[in-house]
């Protein structure tokens, strides 16, 4: 099978990424235990703030109740119209990307606003993006820069990341590289992983800098830990290439599979790779086929011209009886997997376990991804490790 060359961890990025801003993630507060729904609706109802918090927790995040988005946003706009800056900065994002409402790109820079008249630095971080693409305001970067540096002064990470985007992509008007590894570096100490992924892609192609494979490896294993798709790629990508400084034989299938499992079809291309050429390894036709053939499906007609032949290759080796076997697993594994993310993450309440969200990639022209609840994974279609294809994740008993 053909290499990768050093081109393919830079240019998959998604384009929203690549444009860098985001609203921030984890707007709500930690998942409400399901507890006595009605009597939390009683004290919501009476007017506790706390409360009409826990239970609009409760409707987005489905526990003790059927999932709804509509009373969630319901209920974090009472809370918001109390004044909790959690609840209005969670209603502007709501707004911003139309969860239970309607998108009102402008009623939510109203809420963003009020959220930083209440002392919310995120809020402050987010108004300043939507000034900085002049969505539901008019556009002003120069406001946009000011509130930036004035949020990164006041310790946000991400505020650093999106100053260094702007210096690194030329927002503004003109590039500048070095303010923008300046910023990245600030963004990166304080584990905002969007910074700690721009700097540790830029230290892995930059040969002069000292320690830069090393450091890059770890800034990327935060980052991809922390949960940003593209870091997860990158990091199994530039781990393949330098395996010494794996914490784990394991590690960079690990983080590939990851990748893989939000969409990422050049990180399953990577495991067909891995499977047919790692020299650790022995060749494993089968399982490189498998992870090809979820490639092709993940990349429709982007993979096709890379893919197409080496398919072809394999699955003369393999033979039309296990093709059409691994064929159906993999398709059944695909459609699992089918929404692309650029973020996952999970919640926790006591007594409960973890709920795990993802967030999508923006549509074109927005810069928020709308998060979404995932499913748990069915342990029998984790991909496999040999070239035993689970029969479950195949369709057989």
Excluded at 100 to 107: E, I, L
Excluded at 146 to 158: F, M, N
Excluded at 244 to 249: I, Q
Excluded at 256 to 263: P, T, Y
């Amino acid at each position: 099978m053909k290499k990768l060359n050093k081109s393919t961890i830079l240019h998959w990025v998604p384009p929203a990424i690549q444009a860098g801003f985001f609203l921030c993630l984890l707007l709500w507060p930690l998942c409400a235990p399901a507890g006595n729904l009605d009597r939390l609706k009683k004290k919501a109802e009476r007017g506790s703030v706390k409360d009409q918090i826990k239970l609009a927790d409760s409707y987005f995040n489905g526990r003790g109740t059927e999932r709804n988005e509509k009373l969630a946003a319901y209920w974090y706009e009472k809370a918001a119209n109390f004044g909790d800056p959690v609840a209005q900065r969670t209603i502007a994002y709501f707004y911003e990307v139309g969860i239970g409402v309607a998108k009102d790109p402008a009623r939510s820079v109203r809420w963003l606003e009020r959220a930083v008249a209440s002392g919310s630095l995120n809020a402050k971080v987010n108004l300043a993006v939507a000034y900085l693409w002049g969505t539901g305001v008019r556009r002003d970067t120069a406001l946009s820069a000011a509130w930036l540096r004035d949020a990164a002064a006041q310790g946000s990470g991400r505020a650093a990341c999106i100053l260094g985007d702007i210096d690194y992509f030329g927002i503004d008007g003109s590039i500048n590289k070095s303010g923008a590894l300046h910023w990245y570096e600030i963004g990166a100490r304080r584990n905002d992983p969007y910074a700690q992924y721009r700097l540790g892609i830029l230290l892995s192609v930059d040969t002069a800098a000292p320690h830069g494979i090393a450091r890059a490896v770890s800034l990327l294993r935060k980052s991809a830990l922390a949960g940003l798709v593209p870091a997860k790629y990158a990091f199994g990508w530039l781990v393949d290439r330098n395996p010494k400084l794996a914490t784990s034989p394991k590690e960079a299938d690990s983080a590939l599979q990851e990748a893989a499992s939000a969409g990422v079809w050049q990180a399953s291309l990577m495991l067909a790779h891995r499977a047919s050429l790692e020299p650790a390894k022995p060749n494993d036709p089968t399982l490189a086929y498998y992870w090809l053939r979820i490639a092709a499906i993940q990349g429709g007609d982007h993979s096709q011209p890379i893919i197409a032949h080496q398919l072809d290759a394999l699955s003369r080796q393999i033979g039309a009886s296990q093709t059409s076997q691994i064929d159906a697993s993999a398709a059944e594994w695909a459609a699992k997997h089918k929404v692309p993310l650029q973020f996952v993450f999970s919640k926790t309440s006591k007594g409960s376990d973890p709920v795990l969200y993802g967030m999508r990639i923006p549509d074109t022209g927005t810069h928020a991804g709308k998060i979404v609840a995932l499913p748990q994974e069915d342990a029998a279609c984790i991909p496999p490790e040999s070239s035993q294809i689970s029969p479950a994740c195949a369709g057989g008993s």
